[in-house]
Each structure stands twice: as C-alpha cells, then as structure tokens.
Nanobody, 126 residues
Framework: QVQLLESGGGSVQAGGSLRLSCAAAGYTASTYSMAWFRQAAGKEREGVAAIDPGRRSTYYADSVKGRFTISQDNAMNMVYLQMNSLKPEDTAMYYC??????????WGLGYRYNYWGQGTQVTVSS
C-alpha cells in the first residue's frame, strides 16, 4: 500500500517561496510516476507538475512554468515542489499523487492516479 504525506505548506506574501515535501512509502520509486496537484476553494483540481519514473522528464502546468520545480530523491523516497515567485492565485490545497506508470502520459488527469496524500495548504497574500 502506497502512502503519501505532504508537508511544507504555509502562508507567505506574494513573491515569496515555499518548498513542499511528499514522503512516500510502500512503493518502488523507479516504477511510479509522481505528481503535484492543487485545488483552490470553489475550483476544480488541477495538475501542477509531474516527474516520470526514470526521473528524466518533468512536466508543468503553464501557470507555474518557470516558477515551480518538481524533483525527487529516490534514496529518501521524497518528492519535492519548489515554489518561487508565488502569486495569490497559487493559493490552494496541494496534494501529492502517485501512479504506477512508466511515463507521465496524461499526467494532469487526476483520475489516473491511484494514491493521494492528505494535502498541505498554501496561502499567498498580496
């Protein structure tokens, strides 16, 4: 059973940075595609970033390209989301997700993921 636990959320002012962490257990990192999603109040969940099992490719939503970076430490079974130049519109609950897949095809589709964390809140004030 794969278990995911996010941490690192908080409140920051616009322009600030946060690093989210996702501690993963019960899986083989090399066979799981990992992603970060977010859901703002009253809005649909959206894919933010993903990284493929081979850790050779990363994918980002247009709204975060150039500001967010997804990375993974296989030795520590950790996935990170470094968020820079934060904007008020980045305010949301952020979720770590995992699926057993060799690629990130369709990475932004939440239904393709089997495992989810509980989420960590990010609030950006103007």
């Amino acid at each position: 059973q794969v278990q995911l636990l996010e941490s690192g959320g908080g409140s920051v002012q616009a322009g600030g940075s946060l690093r989210l962490s996702c501690a993963a257990a019960g899986y083989t990192a090399s066979t799981y595609s990992m992603a970060w999603f977010r859901q703002a109040a009253g809005k649909e969940r959206e894919g933010v970033a993903a990284i493929d099992p081979g850790r050779r490719s990363t994918y980002y939503a247009d709204s975060v390209k150039g500001r967010f970076t997804i990375s993974q430490d296989n030795a520590m079974n950790m996935v990170y989301l470094q968020m820079n130049s934060l904007k008020p519109e980045d305010t949301a609950m952020y979720y770590c997700a995992a699926r057993q897949s060799a690629t990130c095809l369709g990475w932004g589709l939440g239904y393709r993921y089997n495992y989810w964390g509980q989420g960590t809140q990010v609030t950006v004030s103007s």
